[in-house]
């Protein structure tokens, strides 16, 4: 489980690159869930949904039954090989 936060940045699209590396690196390390306080158009390109409150829960449930660390990976500097990352199906 890993709550996110808004961002901002003083350089464009910096936030969606700091995001686009979040969950890559959060795919990597075996996090189940990644919380957001509003689903907007990038978010979703990344796979996020708005659900119901019962089901978050159930979610929350779920992915606090497993011990994670964001350091157990090394983190992804190459912002292409983070979005070939996170975009790849198979």
Not at 15 to 35: E, K, M, Y
Not at 44 to 53: I, K, T
Request: charged share 15%; with cysteine.
């Amino acid at each position: 489980m890993f709550f996110g936060e808004s961002m901002f940045s003083m350089q464009t699209a910096a936030s969606q690159i700091a995001l686009l590396h979040l969950v890559c690196h959060l795919r990597q390390t075996g996090f189940r869930l990644l919380d957001i306080q509003f689903l907007t158009p990038h978010l979703q390109r990344f796979g996020a949904r708005e659900v119901s409150n019962l089901r978050y829960r159930e979610l929350l449930a779920a992915a606090l039954k497993f011990d994670r660390s964001l350091y157990s990976q090394p983190f992804v500097t190459d912002s292409a090989v983070a979005l070939q990352r996170t975009n790849q199906i198979s």
